[in-house]
């Protein structure tokens, strides 16, 4: 019998062990996947990983690990080194023998690709976490040039007050990598100028639970384009049991 399991605080809203379960029993493979919730430690604006000595058995334990917000750039210390997109990015959402890797951006430009549209040349995306550098570096394959926004820019961001008519007509993309939206806080959403979203954009939520957030349903409202994260998730999740399998 295998293990497999994800770590991340909270995760209510995570699909994976309902993916992989159903995988294991429609295949007939000798395998469990579970939740593995780790609270965090925050440490000024740092997020740790609170047990450390749990991570580390998980670690030991567990044939295959997926890594979910808040902990992609967390995980890193504790691994023995990355492969080199994980190393690109900077972020982890899979674990193989103390190995970390990143197939988050694989799921995300196999999703995103059939809809990007002539013109598509600027993405803003929303949030700073580990899922927005992989977003960002599968913008860049794409030949998409992506800006971040958050709550608190740094240099070479933008904030929201900033996101002007200019901003919102010249960046034609605009990707969700916050978790505003999520189960169970379905009410929240990103503080984006949704009136200026046009027929022209296109809104693409890394959430997928719910199916449609607000974030998705406001952009639908204005006539956008919008996709939200199931397809990513499915893609992510392929790429990871390929890893866990030694097939790449």
């Given at each position: 019998?295998?293990?497999?399991?994800?770590?991340?605080?909270?995760?209510?809203?995570?699909?994976s062990?309902?993916?992989?379960?159903?995988?294991?029993?429609?295949?007939?493979?000798?395998?469990?996947?579970?939740?593995?919730?780790?609270?965090?430690?925050?440490?000024?604006?740092?997020?740790?990983?609170?047990?450390?000595?749990?991570?580390?058995?998980?670690?030991?334990?567990?044939?295959?690990m997926?890594?979910?917000?808040?902990?992609?750039?967390?995980?890193?210390?504790?691994?023995?080194?990355?492969?080199?997109?994980?190393?690109a990015?900077?972020?982890?959402n899979?674990?193989?023998?103390?190995?970390?890797?990143?197939?988050?951006?694989?799921?995300?430009?196999?999703?995103?690709?059939?809809?990007?549209?002539?013109?598509?040349?600027?993405?803003?995306?929303?949030?700073?976490?580990?899922?927005?550098?992989?977003?960002?570096?599968?913008?860049?394959?794409?030949g998409?040039?992506?800006?971040?926004?958050?709550?608190t820019?740094?240099?070479?961001?933008?904030?929201?007050?900033?996101?002007?008519?200019?901003?919102?007509?010249?960046?034609?993309?605009?990707?969700?990598?916050?978790?505003?939206?999520?189960?169970?806080?379905?009410?929240?959403?990103?503080?984006?100028p949704?009136?200026?979203?046009?027929?022209?954009?296109?809104?693409f939520?890394?959430?997928?639970?719910p199916?449609?957030t607000?974030?998705?349903?406001?952009?639908?409202?204005q006539?956008?384009?919008?996709?939200?994260?199931?397809?990513?998730?499915?893609?992510?999740?392929?790429?990871?049991?390929?890893?866990?399998?030694?097939?790449?």
């Open positions: 019998m295998r293990h497999y399991g994800i770590i991340g605080y909270p995760l209510v809203h995570s699909f062990a309902k993916y992989f379960n159903e995988k294991f029993e429609r295949e007939k493979i000798e395998a469990e996947y579970s939740l593995k919730p780790l609270p965090p430690s925050p440490q000024g604006e740092e997020i740790r990983i609170g047990d450390e000595e749990q991570l580390k058995k998980l670690l030991d334990s567990l044939d295959g997926n890594v979910t917000m808040p902990y992609k750039k967390a995980i890193i210390p504790y691994l023995e080194r990355l492969d080199e997109t994980a190393e990015i900077g972020a982890v899979v674990v193989y023998k103390h190995v970390g890797y990143n197939t988050d951006c694989l799921g995300f430009i196999d999703s995103i690709r059939p809809l990007l549209r002539e013109g598509d040349r600027k993405a803003l995306v929303l949030g700073t976490g580990g899922a927005s550098k992989a977003v960002c570096y599968g913008l860049k394959k794409l998409v040039v992506p800006t971040l926004v958050s709550r820019p740094k240099e070479g961001m933008l904030g929201y007050k900033e996101l002007t008519a200019e901003v919102m007509q010249a960046y034609t993309v605009i990707v969700n990598c916050t978790p505003l939206g999520m189960a169970p806080e379905t009410e929240s959403f990103p503080p984006i949704y009136e200026q979203i046009t027929a022209r954009h296109l809104l939520d890394c959430v997928y639970n199916e449609e607000v974030f998705l349903q406001k952009g639908k409202a006539g956008a384009t919008i996709h939200n994260g199931m397809e990513m998730l499915y893609g992510q999740a392929k790429a990871a049991w390929r890893i866990w399998n030694g097939e790449q």
